[in-house]
C-alpha cells in the first residue's frame, strides 16, 4: 500500500500553515451546527462564474469543478488544508513493479445518488468510459484526461496520442485493477483530479451521458452533464436555475462519510467581484472566492474572515506561434518577456505574497530551479531583440477573459491593460480582444488558437511538477501553436520516472528547456484568498483551491 510513502513524499511546510488556521478556526466556533433548520441550515455561497456543466470528466475550470467537488467522490483525494493523498472511494493502493498496474482496495457500503451500489464493476465502467469515448466533440473536451492519459481507445479530432490506459478488472466488488500500457509518475495523485470523479453507471447510460455535440464553435451536453449528476458525494444535484444563476445542492443522508452540516448547499452566480462584496455585506451570500486584494482590510474590519492560501498558481501570458510568423522567432518571443514588469504587476495587481515568476513552477514544487534562462525586465532589450528579428512596429491580437475571476488573476481586464502598457512601451501594437470566460474565451484560446497572445493561468492539482509544465507543454495544442518534439520528449522522460529524486532532477532539465525556448511568458504565482462572514465556521481553506463544504456550519 502507498498511502504513507506518498504523503511523506508530497508534503510541505508551507501547506501546513493552512491547516494549522483551519483548526484555530474551529477552535473558535462555539457550536457546531447540525443542520437542524432556518438560515443557518443552508449555506449561500458567491461563485465568480458559471459552471460549464456538472459532468467533471467534461470540465477543466474551477467554477465548474467547485460543484462538482460536493457531489463526487474520486478513487483518492487530498487532507483537507494540505496536497497530502488520503483515500476517498479507494481506501488502498498498491502499484505493480513497474507502476502498470494499480490495485485499489474500493470503500464498503458506499451508494450512488440514485440508490445503485458502488463497486468495482462501476469503477472500471468510468474507465472504460472515458477510454472508449466516442466523438471529436466529446474527446476535445476532455482536457484533463487528455493530458494524463494521452490517448483514446480510438482518437478522433485533435486527439493524436498513444492511450496510457489499456484496461479495468473487477477483481471481486471491492477490488479494482486498474492496467497501463506505461508507467505514469503523475500516479497515484492524479487519480485525486475532479475530473476523474466516479459516476453512476447507469445515472450515465440512463441520461445519455456521452452524447456531447458541436456546432460550430458552441458545444451542447446532454442532459446527465445538465439535469442529472449522479455521484457519491455529501451533497445532490436538486436545480440550476439559469435565469436566477443559482445552483442548488441538498445533503445527501446517506453519504459514507461524514453528513453535511447543512441540509442546503446554493452556489450564487455573481461575476463581478464587487457585487460578490455588496452581496456578502447584504447578507444574501455567506461567502465568496478571490476578494480583491485592495478589500482585504475593509472586510476583515466589518467582521470577515480572510482566509490566505499559500501561493500554488501560475500566471502565464500565452503566445500562439500559429497565426503570426514574428511569434515563432525565439527572439520576438524572449522581447516580450523582457518588455513585462513582472515585479510590478505583483506588487500592483495582485495580492500580498504574489511574486514575479521565471518559470512555470510554483516553487514550492520539485522541479523549480533556479538554473532556468531568465529574461528579467529590460525595456531596452526587448527593442534591440524586435530590431534583430525585423519585429520593430509588431502588431499582436491579445485575448482577455471578463466576467471571470480566477486564483491566479483577481482581475483579468485590469492585469491585461498593464500587460498592454509595457508592450506598448517597446513599440509593439496591441489589439486586445475581449470576451467572456464562459461566454467563448477559452474555446477560441485552446481549442481555435484564433489570439496571438492571451492572459491565462493555472492551479495546481497536486503537488507534481507534471500537473504544471506537463499539462502546458507536454504536447501540441492550439493554445500555443508550437511543436518542440524535444520539450515534449524531456517533459515525457520526466513523466515517466517513479522516484521522487529522478523525477525532480528531470523536470528542472525540461524547466531550463522551456525556459530557453520561451513558448509562453511565466508571469505571477500568488496567494489567493476566500472570505466568508464571521458566524462561517469549519471551512478549510486549501492550496488546491478544491474546498469541501459539507463541514461548513453557521451561527
Request: hydrophobic content about 35%; charged content about 20%; glycine content about 8%.
Amino acid at each position: 500500500m502507498l498511502p504513507q510513502r506518498v504523503a511523506r513524499l508530497r508534503r510541505f511546510a508551507l501547506i501546513g500553515l493552512v491547516g494549522a488556521l483551519a483548526v484555530a478556526m474551529s477552535a473558535c466556533a462555539s457550536e457546531r451546527g447540525s443542520g437542524g433548520g432556518g438560515a443557518n441550515d443552508t449555506f449561500v455561497f458567491g461563485a465568480a462564474g458559471a459552471p460549464k456543466n456538472f459532468d467533471p470528466i467534461f470540465n477543466d475550470d474551477g467554477e465548474s469543478f467547485r460543484p462538482a467537488r460536493q457531489m463526487f467522490d474520486t478513487l483518492v483525494t487530498y487532507k483537507p488544508g494540505t496536497t497530502e493523498l488520503v483515500g476517498d472511494l479507494a481506501t488502498a493502493w498498491t502499484p505493480s513493479a513497474d507502476a502498470k498496474t494499480w490495485t485499489f482496495t474500493l470503500r464498503q457500503g458506499v451508494k450512488f445518488h440514485d440508490g445503485t451500489p458502488f463497486n468495482a464493476a462501476a469503477v472500471c465502467f468510468n474507465f472504460d468510459r472515458w477510454y472508449n469515448m466516442k466523438g471529436a466533440a466529446a474527446q476535445s473536451q476532455m482536457i484533463y484526461y487528455g493530458d494524463v492519459f494521452e490517448g483514446f481507445a480510438h482518437n478522433e479530432g485533435d486527439a493524436t496520442g498513444d492511450p496510457v490506459y489499456k484496461s479495468c478488472e473487477a477483481k471481486d466488488d471491492h477490488t479494482a485493477v486498474l492496467n497501463l500500457n506505461k508507467a505514469k509518475g503523475a500516479f497515484p495523485d492524479a487519480f485525486g483530479l475532479t475530473s476523474l470523479s466516479i459516476s453512476s453507471p447507469d445515472a450515465l447510460k440512463k441520461y445519455d451521458a456521452d452524447n456531447v455535440t458541436q456546432s460550430g464553435e458552441s458545444f451542447t451536453y446532454p442532459s446527465y452533464a445538465e439535469e442529472h449528476p449522479t455521484g457519491t458525494g455529501p451533497y445532490k444535484f436538486e436545480s440550476y436555475d439559469k435565469t436566477n444563476k443559482t445552483i442548488t445542492l441538498v445533503r445527501n443522508d446517506d453519504y459514507w462519510g461524514e453528513k453535511a452540516k447543512t441540509s442546503k448547499l446554493i452556489f450564487k452566480i455573481i461575476e463581478d467581484e464587487n457585487a460578490r462584496k455588496q452581496e456578502l455585506a447584504a447578507g444574501t451570500i455567506d461567502g465568496y472566492d478571490f476578494p480583491s486584494p485592495a478589500d482585504y482590510k475593509s472586510l476583515q474590519d466589518a467582521g470577515n474572515q480572510v482566509l490566505i492560501r499559500p501561493a500554488f498558481n501560475i500566471l502565464y501570458l500565452g503566445i500562439n506561434q500559429k497565426n503570426n510568423p514574428k511569434l515563432g522567432d525565439v527572439r520576438v518571443r524572449q522581447a516580450l518577456e523582457y518588455a513585462i514588469n513582472k515585479d510590478q504587476l505583483a506588487k500592483n495587481k495582485l495580492p500580498s505574497g504574489a511574486y514575479a515568476q521565471t518559470q512555470f513552477l510554483p516553487n514550492n514544487v520539485p522541479g523549480y530551479t533556479d538554473a532556468v534562462e531568465k529574461h528579467s525586465y529590460d525595456p531596452n532589450k526587448a527593442k534591440d531583440l524586435l530590431a534583430q528579428a525585423g519585429a520593430t512596429g509588431l502588431t499582436l491580437n491579445f485575448y482577455v477573459p471578463t466576467e471571470v475571476t480566477r486564483p491566479y488573476m483577481p482581475n483579468p481586464v485590469e492585469i491585461g491593460a498593464a500587460i498592454a502598457d509595457d508592450l506598448k512601451a517597446v513599440g509593439i501594437n496591441v489589439n486586445i480582444v475581449q470576451e467572456p470566460w464562459n461566454g467563448g474565451y477559452k474555446d477560441d484560446v485552446q481549442k481555435a488558437g484564433k489570439q496571438d497572445i492571451h492572459l491565462l493561468g493555472w492551479t495546481g492539482d497536486y503537488a507534481d511538477a507534471g500537473n504544471f509544465v506537463g499539462t502546458f507543454f507536454g504536447r501540441q495544442k492550439a493554445e500555443f501553436g508550437f511543436n518542440n518534439p524535444q520539450i515534449f520528449n524531456a517533459l515525457g522522460n520526466a513523466d515517466s520516472q517513479t522516484t521522487p529524486e529522478a523525477k525532480k532532477t528531470a523536470y528542472e532539465q525540461a524547466s531550463v528547456l522551456i525556459s530557453q525556448y520561451v513558448p509562453a511568458v511565466p508571469l505571477t504565482s500568488s496567494p489567493p484568498a476566500i472570505v466568508v462572514k464571521g458566524n462561517v465556521h469549519n471551512l478549510v481553506p486549501t492550496p488546491l483551491t478544491d474546498e469541501r463544504f459539507y463541514t461548513v456550519t453557521k451561527g
